[in-house]
């Protein structure tokens, strides 16, 4: 076997596989894979955002966490108030959920230069081979598939907002429906520029044409923004649990956090002793996720190490017991995905988004930008609290686990606030309950959001009328995108690609 992997569609993972069978690393295909998931899946991701690369290198015994998510924009630029965003409902089946979006909500994007940066310093193919099942995808166009027309109807308010969304995303006069085609000929020429190395969005004619763009359409980002933009290379946070190292992404993103904080308080509760599901199992992880629903490790500048202090927990900790012991016989004692491996033990876990999007292209490019400013979970001090040139704080959760050094599993998910409830709950399904990845993956999940336990079909309805006793409960008709989507693969070569958001795996002979 030469590797495998995960991802959220399948010529995402196919680009992936094309390289592991010429022969590259994992994080050759990791690095196809995120640029053909920029065009194969652009409702999650795109140039115009960012995202975070954790790479386990088995040869150089090195883990480096490749940090390209956005930066708060506006240097050298004086600000009048606060920038116009516009709010927009984006309708999920069993809730509303309100984004803001336009000009104003950009951030400056990371992406591309990430992609470069990785495939500068760990990529063995040549930059033409990585870039190629990108450009012929670009070239036939992609069919949109059943749940791509789901994504995309919930977001055509924001798609359709300008001339060129308009011109990609409507045919015949009717919004792209399931079989349609997106064609994006402006992002095909940029893809060309890219491979022979004369186009990005940092220098050059396409930075004067997003600069003006931003001066005329009241956005911040300024030259300063673009030329000052790197990516950091940072060391991962690496979580103890059960026996099982996890790495993940450390600050001055808040979601690995919000991982080893969910980890640290159930490692006071004998979980597998549990029925899986059963009343207790659920009371104590909507206690945990009332706790992390309520956790802002980065408001207002603050500072939290890792492992954790007892004052740093303390309270939490007594919360979770209290809120558990209150209601159960227990006894207490205390955006879009990539997974690769490959056969010489590499691992890559990238995720990459591009928020709800803003709705505005770089012109001439195919484009469209983010709308990162206007996510409310990145600023937990509030919207352009921040000063310009820092580092925006990312719920994304890439994250591999290893066993007395060696990867036993590689995952990570979309999904915003709902990214670490979907990993957390995977990580409980494999390391507690021993779950095989598709199970672990495909079980029903829980999410906690403003006082609502939101819950996918398939628990017990007796389970559930005994937890509405304490809680209320909000349950889905059917699993949806909104409860993340994990896209995971392991040492094995076995892996899964999560159903609520097309996902799709693929093992390489």
Known sequence: MKGAVSSGHPLTAGAAEQMLSLGGTAFDAAVAAGFASVVAEPSLTSFGGGGFFLAHSENREQDILFDFFVNTPGLGKEREGKPVMTPTDINFPECVQVFHTGMGSVAVPGLLKGLLHVH??????PLK????????????????????????GLLEPIFTSTPYGKEMFIKDGQYLQEHDRIFNPDLQTFFHGIAEGKQDIYTGESAERLIAAMSSQGGLITESDLLSYEVI???????????KEILTNPPPSSGGFMVALGLHLLEKVNLSALEYHSEEFLITLIELLKELHDFKPMKNGSTITYPFA???????????????????????????????????GNAASMTTSNGSASGCFIPETGIMLNNMMGEDDLHPDGFFSSPPGQRVSSMMIPAIVLQDGKVEAVMGSGGSKRIKTAILQTLINMIDFNYPLKEAVEKSRIHVEDGVVHVEPGISEDILEKIRNFYTINVWGSKNMYFGGVHCVNGQMDGWGDSRRGGSFISVT
């Open 310 to 344: 007892d004052e740093t927990t303390s309270r939490m900790v007594e919360s979770f017991r209290t809120g558990i012991a209150g209601k159960t016989f227990i006894a207490t004692q205390g955006t879009t995905h990539i997974s690769v491996i490959d056969e010489q």
């Open 129 to 152: 081979t990585i870039i190629a099942p990108a450009l012929d995808s670009l070239e036939k166009g992609v069919e949109v598939s059943r749940l791509q027309a789901y994504f995309l």
């Open 233 to 243: 290379e940072r060391k991962p946070l690496s979580i103890n649990y059960r026996g």
């Open 120 to 125: 500068e310093r760990l990529c063995t193919l």
